[in-house]
């Protein structure tokens, strides 16, 4: 299963992005999604989850208030409405998604499948 990223680019500080992903080809059994990044020379973090239903969301303190996931099931995208970015957002973005767990998923062993990744770039 490969899951396809798009959205990532270059905003200067106080701009938005928002970020999709998709799996292409054979589709599974979608429970909770979520989004990970990993600044420059350091290790990936967990930014926010969203569980199978939309019912329950949670993110990192740093985005609370800026960042939004949601997802369409119906199309098995998830997206990450991202606003007033400064330029610590910058990193490469993951999606995750995960086919057992159905709440919010913080920890990146819970997920299965990946995506590739998509640089977000936020300049001063």
């Known amino acids: 299963v490969q899951l396809v990223e798009s959205g990532g680019g270059s905003v200067q500080a106080g701009g938005s992005l928002r970020l999709s992903c998709a799996p292409s080809?054979?589709?599974?059994?979608?429970?909770?999604i979520g989004w990970f990044r990993q600044p420059p020379g350091k290790a990936r973090e967990f930014v926010a989850s969203i569980s199978s239903n939309s019912g329950s969301t949670y993110y990192t303190d740093s985005v609370k208030g800026r960042f939004t996931i949601s997802r369409d099931n119906a199309k098995n995208t998830v997206y990450l409405q991202m606003n007033s970015l400064k330029p610590e957002d910058t990193a490469v973005y993951y999606c995750?998604?995960?086919?057992?767990?159905?709440?919010?998923?913080?920890?990146?062993?819970?997920?299965?499948?990946w995506g590739q990744g998509t640089q977000v770039t936020v300049s001063s």
């Open positions: 995750a998604y995960s086919s057992l767990h159905s709440s919010p998923v913080v920890h990146s062993y819970l997920y299965a499948y």
């Open positions: 080809g054979r589709t599974f059994s979608i429970k909770a």
